[in-house]
């Protein structure tokens, strides 16, 4: 397949590079939904999730996990190489697509936008003026599966064409929640994308991207475990807290507005190329825009013990000029700058209800806590009462008894890079690159508590625990540092590249959400302007050692590609409590030091058939983590436990196969394919082998095997009629889960989000 990861057109065996690519037609066959499904196929990267997060989505190992919204993703996603940003706006629908790339490792001068982890960038179709390249694939199943996409071309006088695609999907929900009787899990998607092309043969050529998406989802669904000793102190409370059996049945109860993932996003791109002779000028202008509404009920039981909302709209810029050159001779190379600049404003809930504040953190019902400091605290002592709750009677919230701790962020960042890559090629067989990158970020972020949203007189006692009794608090910080990588290249054979590289990574730092700093006790500090500020976080680095073959076999049948890497991860960002507080933050701390193997296969034998095989070995060992582990940690009496530990989430192995066959039969075809995908089970917290939490009734989550089938007939006038299975097997797992959980805590031991069920469904495509 030929590729542009390196801003040339070049064969994927070519590319000294962790790359896996893969065409259009095998994303739609394989129905592939969304950019975070191609994980599957993608050795090394993991953590697929059904729902609008990138932050569950690690590239070797390296994610950040961030709650809020002042932070940047490890992995960057791209369309057409505009980027595609972060939680809410950056997960687009796949259709009509040429190609996508998944690059691993940090990426840091192929780009606009910086990413330490890797990029993921989808390469849609393009016009081609004289060729309609029209096509429609239709495909329903059960649950009311629906999903439809097309796309054709049309000729704008001699140097104009038009590509337009759409594509829609929804599916009814297979989680079914016991309390309030609804489905979750269920989507609504409709997508509209216009491509305009001008080209009149002459030095420049220009694409408009125009893309419209409208999403309407679940929020992501947590199920308790029902073990660990976080349930047993709310059932000593509250008596027996019933588990469902069935691993897709939950018993949860619900927001306002029930449990909701919904996003409108609009983008527009403009790519100039100017051929200069020797080489070619890029221009990538984009604008994007988007609207993003998130619930869930993240506690996983009936009890309202922290619901959670998330409203979200926020616009980007950016613009990026490159050359590549074009030479015959040793040496080439590329350079560019970019420059981007995001607005983003975000209203935050954590909810939570009075009476079970009350019954974890004082033993009895508000009600209760106020009569007894009424009696107990009577007369000249009644002060006591008045110190907690500035009150001296119970008056319950009118909102159901509910404390809704609003809060609202408001960020404005921006950046500025250049960057430039050297190739030397000093023979037939031997060849070199160095790239340098230069990043530069600025970040300005305000908080702001929405105290007249809470009618509970606890006050902000869920999510934030701080109030602005003066206006919004804000800072201003800035990051700013080099980054470089250097490749050496070895042509043994024609057909075959040995290559070893050193990349360095960085992320910049950025803002918390949920606390200011100085801080003080939880829920008595009043933040003011000019004195207190937004908590912050610092950057974090990797360098990342690599040695990687390519090669072409049997006259070009067979591909093998194989990929070890080595890496430092210093001051890695990742979310832990606050001492003494429930307020989840990003904090900087540790080191990781990780080691992995990554393989692809794929072989054409017996001129119909096709096999691909994939595996990745992932080992890490974490120093320095002691943050994380605290929190959940202090009922076993050692918080240094941490130490040692492989970073969570993270399998230790996965892998994947796919056998595709087209036999010719009459004047079509016969055409069938089998897909597997493999996850080993990954450690749900930050404790060396979970020996701990196997001790504690706690489990390995997120291991599965899941397998789909398809097979149908293709006539020889373009149409495709074929049945398809996905989850062979019936395969029951979760995405991953939630192992935080102490003695005295509400928050309960949890797994996320169930697989699918055995679907099985038809399938209808006819192109030109």
């Known amino acids: 397949m030929i590729i542009t990861a390196t801003k040339r057109a070049e064969s994927v065996m070519d590319v000294p590079l962790a790359v896996t690519a893969l065409s259009g037609d095998f994303v739609r066959d394989a129905n592939l939904d969304d950019v975070k499904d191609l994980v599957i196929f993608t050795p090394g990267v993991t953590g697929n999730s059904k729902d609008s997060f990138l932050d569950s989505i690690a590239v070797r190992g390296i994610v950040t996990n961030d709650f809020g919204n002042g932070g940047d993703p490890s992995l960057g996603v791209y369309k057409n190489g505009f980027y595609q940003g972060r939680n809410g706006s950056a997960v687009t629908s796949l259709y009509d697509l040429e190609r996508s790339e998944v690059l691993r490792g940090p990426q840091g001068f192929l780009f606009g936008r910086n990413s330490i982890a890797g990029a993921l960038n989808i390469i849609t179709r393009k016009p081609v003026q004289g060729d309609p390249d029209s096509y429609i694939d239709v495909r329903a199943g059960e649950r009311d599966i629906f999903r439809a996409e097309g796309g054709t071309n049309f000729d704008i006088g001699d140097n104009f064409a038009v590509r337009v695609a759409g594509m829609y999907s929804t599916e009814d929900g297979y989680v079914d ?91 527009a791109g403009l790519e100039l190329n100017y051929d200069l002779g020797w080489g070619t000028l890029t221009s990538l202008t984009g604008y994007k825009d988007h609207d993003y509404h998130y619930t869930e009920d993240f506690d996983a039981t009936a009890l309202t013990i922290f619901n959670y909302e998330q409203i979200q709209s926020g616009d980007y810029f950016e613009q990026e000029l490159r050359i590549t050159s074009e030479n015959d001779g040793m040496f080439n190379w590329y350079a560019g700058v970019s420059y981007y600049s995001e607005e983003l404003e975000t209203e935050f809930l954590g909810q939570q209800d009075e009476d079970l504040y009350c019954n974890v953190y004082w033993g009895d019902s508000c009600q209760g806590v106020f009569d007894y400091y009424n009696n107990a605290y009577g007369g000249a002592y009644a002060y006591v009462l008045y110190d907690y709750w500035g009150t001296y009677t119970w008056s319950p919230s009118p909102n159901n008894g509910l404390v809704d701790d609003w809060n609202r962020t408001v960020g404005k960042y921006s950046g500025w890079a250049a960057y430039i890559d050297l190739q030397f090629q000093f023979s037939e067989t031997w060849d070199a690159a160095f790239g340098v990158r230069y990043n530069d970020d600025e970040k300005k972020m305000s908080q702001e508590v929405l105290t007249e949203r809470n009618q509970s007189i606890l006050g902000q006692v869920v999510q934030t625990g ?142 119909y058939w096709r096999l691909g095989l994939g595996f990745s070995w992932f080992d890490s060992e974490a120093t320095g983590v002691e943050a994380f582990c605290q929190n959940g940690r202090e009922w076993l009496g050692d918080a240094t436990a941490c130490e040692g530990s492989p970073r969570p989430g993270i399998p230790e192995y996965t892998a994947f196969a796919s056998l595709n066959a087209n036999i010719p039969v009459g004047s079509g075809e016969v055409f069938g394919g089998l897909v597997a995908s493999w996850e080993d089970g990954a450690p749900s917290n930050w404790e060396p082998e979970n020996a701990i939490t196997r001790a504690a009734g706690w489990r390995y989550t997120g291991e599965y095997t899941e397998v789909q089938a398809n097979a149908g007939y293709r006539g020889a006038a373009g149409w495709a009629l074929s049945m398809y299975v996905e989850n062979l097997l019936d395969e029951e797992y979760y995405d991953s889960g939630n192992g935080m959980t102490s003695a005295s805590s509400p928050y309960v031991q949890s797994d996320i989000s169930p697989s699918r069920p055995r679907t099985f469904g038809l399938r209808f495509s006819y192109g030109l």
């Open 177 to 267: 929640n016991q309390i309030t009787g609804d489905d979750h899990i269920e989507h609504d998607k409709k997508a509209l994308r216009l491509t305009g092309l001008y080209d009149a043969g002459g030095a420049l050529t220009a694409t408009l991207y125009l893309d419209y998406e409208d999403r309407e989802q679940s929020g992501t669904i947590y199920r308790a475990t029902g073990k660990g000793p976080a349930y047993e102190f709310l059932e000593s409370i509250y008596g027996d807290i019933p588990v469902p059996g069935d691993d897709r049945t939950v018993r949860i109860d619900e927001p306002l507005n029930g449990i909701i993932d919904n996003g409108e996003v609009w983008s």
């Open 466 to 607: 701080f109030t602005t009794p003066q206006g919004p608090v804000s800072d201003t910080q800035s990051w700013s540092k080099p980054t470089y990588r250097a490749v050496l290249n070895w042509h043994p054979a024609d057909e075959a590249l040995v290559f070893a590289s050193v990349t360095t990574g960085y992320k910049q730092g950025g803002f918390n959400s949920f606390s200011v700093d100085p801080g003080g006790p939880f829920s008595g500090v009043e933040a003011l302007p000019g004195v207190h500020r937004p908590s912050t976080f610092d950057e974090e680095t990797v360098i990342s050692y690599e040695l990687g073959f390519k090669g072409t076999q049997l006259d070009g049948a067979s591909q093998l590609a194989l990929n070890a890497f080595y890496y430092e991860y210093k001051d890695l960002q990742a979310t832990c409590s606050e001492p003494g507080s429930p307020v989840v933050v990003v904090c900087n701390t540790g080191q990781v030091d990780a080691q992995g193997l990554e393989g692809t296969w794929n072989l054409a034998f017996f001129e």
